[in-house]
């Protein structure tokens, strides 16, 4: 059966042999005959094919985990071309050198998508092979056809997934085979239409509301009438105080899963600079964020100490009651980080109180209202050109 493929990375190192000399047929390309310069994979007779055959055939029961550890050899390089139209074919140098080209290949290709983007193409492409499996078993998955894909589509559309969605798993789709050079199946004028169709016969309009400034200040008034203990109190408004001046997604601030506690904003990543004795100012390094391709930034929040929700003076007053040096930034008194679920089920409750829909105020709301209500914002949120 297919197994989903994952998506890492591994150029093959060309091997040494004594002979550094390829051999070329008449047409100009490389022929794989004993003692010639290609992979020893290229050269085996047809006994060692039919094993390589078995090979293939066992990868595809593979693990999630281990499905796309196969490396990218010289031979699926030319099959688009001969070989001094590529630089990944074998070089005549010595293996040592080679091993470093291939190296930094390895490295600039996993670059090239950030860890979100990885992680969400794996989901994706896990979800497209279990279809495959289910539908249309013994077909497939890589490398796939238009045919395939169409229906994939279709099925996208039946369960309801809206076209910007629909588009993101296409794009998976499209990005595995391009990385293993093969011929990508939704590169076609039928797959263009089918996608511009979920768009005309499904509008998707994004229903959210922004939390603005005054709604703010009415949830922080609604903390003690809404949620038990001092500490959580201080624990939320600082965190809101902070998503709504900080332009922060929730996923900055609270862990969906323990496996992803790194990605919030840690205790370290937090910094106070002082002015005779008094804060002034507080900055917060970012180095996990949508799009942030491995790039950390800073953002830099003065001090103002006439403002009721000044996120500075907000996180002092959380830090004076958990203090943990290390780890996330927002916890529970237990030490425990702060979930997505809990903040969520929590402003859900402070905005049922002060009267407000549920269904158009969410958690991404703190950052829609601080863009919308940026000019009156008493804190200016600054980058630090130095982090981009």
């Known amino acids: 059966m297919n197994k989903p493929f994952l998506l890492q990375y591994h ?3 060309p091997e040494t042999n004594p002979n550094p ?3 070329f047929s008449k047409k100009g390309g490389e022929t794989p005959t004993e003692g010639s310069d290609l992979p020893e994979a290229t050269t085996k007779s047809d006994s060692s094919t039919k094993e390589t055959t078995l090979q293939e055939s066992t990868a595809q029961k593979k693990t999630t985990q281990d499905a796309i550890t196969e490396r990218v050899t010289p031979t699926d390089v030319t099959q688009k071309g001969s070989s001094s139209d590529c630089s990944l074919v074998k070089s005549n140098s010595c293996g040592h050198s080679t091993s470093i080209f291939a190296s930094m290949t390895d490295k600039l290709v996993s670059a090239s998508l950030s860890a979100a983007t990885q992680s969400s193409y794996n989901r994706m492409l896990s979800v497209y092979s279990n279809f495959c ?3 249309f078993p013994g077909v497939n998955v890589l490398p796939s056809t238009h045919v395939m894909v169409a229906h994939f589509i279709s099925h996208l559309f039946i369960q309801n997934y809206q076209p910007s969605t629909i588009a993101s798993y296409i794009s998976a789709i499209s990005f595995m085979h391009k990385i293993k050079f093969l011929q990508d199946p939704t590169d076609t004028f039928f797959i263009k239409k089918m996608l511009k169709g979920t768009k005309q016969l499904r509008h998707s309009v994004d229903t959210r509301l922004p939390i603005t400034y ?12 809404v949620i038990v203990g001092i500490y959580n109190q201080v624990l939320l408004k600082a965190m809101m105080s902070t998503a709504y001046f900080c332009f922060l997604r929730i996923g900055e601030i609270a862990v969906k899963t323990e496996s992803e506690i790194y990605r919030v904003i840690q205790r370290e990543d937090i910094k106070f600079e002082r002015v005779n ?7 917060i390094t970012m180095k996990f964020y949508k799009h942030s391709n491995l790039q950390s930034k800073t953002l830099s929040i003065a001090r103002r100490p006439e403002n009721y929700l000044c996120p500075v003076k907000a996180i002092e007053e959380y830090l004076r009651l958990q203090n943990c040096p290390h780890g996330p930034l927002f916890r529970f008194k237990c030490g425990k980080p702060v979930s997505g679920f809990y903040f969520n089920s929590s402003l859900k409750s402070l905005l049922n ?4 829909d549920t269904n158009f105020y969410k958690g991404h709301s703190f950052r829609i209202g601080a863009a919308t209500s940026a000019a009156a914002s008493w804190c200016a949120v600054s980058l630090d050109p130095k982090h981009g």
Do not use: C
């Not at 005054?214 to 009438?225: G, N, Q, S, W, Y």
């Not at 004795?277 to 900055?283: D, E």
């Open 11 to 13: 150029i093959k190192r």
């Open 277 to 283: 004795g008094h804060v002034s100012n507080m900055t």
């Open 133 to 135: 499996q289910k539908y």
């Open 214 to 225: 005054d709604i703010l200040v009415k949830l922080v008034k609604a903390l003690p009438k």
């Open 353 to 356: 109180f002060v009267g407000l």
């Open 21 to 23: 000399n390829p051999v």
